[in-house]
């Protein structure tokens, strides 16, 4: 079994700072792609950063600058540093992780989300 846990979330005024965390647990041989996704109310899921198991990293262009991703994996987490935010960014952050288990089985795994709410 594998778990996505991700933490960091919380209230934070505009313009203001938040890491969050997602950390992979169980049976995992190896892990690709990872990635942090949103969902504001009434808007679809959105891609917000993404990065290669050798480090190549993507983002959107409503992030791109302000949003910087990266992964310890050693500790099998993935990170994303949120600078300069604003009311827009407020949605739930999810992680996604492409994942190889011990036997060799290959899945994407999302953890449970985080609310990250930008107000004043």
């Known amino acids: 079994q594998v778990q996505l846990v991700e933490s960091g979330g919380g209230l934070v005024q505009p313009g203001g700072s938040l890491r969050l965390s997602c950390a992979a647990s169980g049976s995992i041989f190896s892990i690709n792609d990872m990635g942090w996704y949103r969902q504001a109310p009434g808007k679809q899921r959105e891609l917000v950063a993404a990065?290669?198991?050798?480090?190549?990293?993507n983002y959107a262009a409503s992030v791109k600058g302000r949003f910087t991703i990266s992964r310890d994996n050693a500790k099998n987490t993935v990170y994303l540093q949120m600078n300069s935010l604003k009311p827009e960014d407020t949605a739930v952050y999810s992680c996604?992780?492409?994942?190889?288990?011990?036997?060799?089985?290959?899945?994407?795994?999302w953890g449970q989300g985080t609310q990250v709410t930008v107000s004043s």
């Open positions: 990065i290669t198991s050798g480090g190549s990293t």
């Open positions: 996604n992780g492409g994942i190889t288990r011990y036997g060799g089985s290959y899945g994407r795994y």
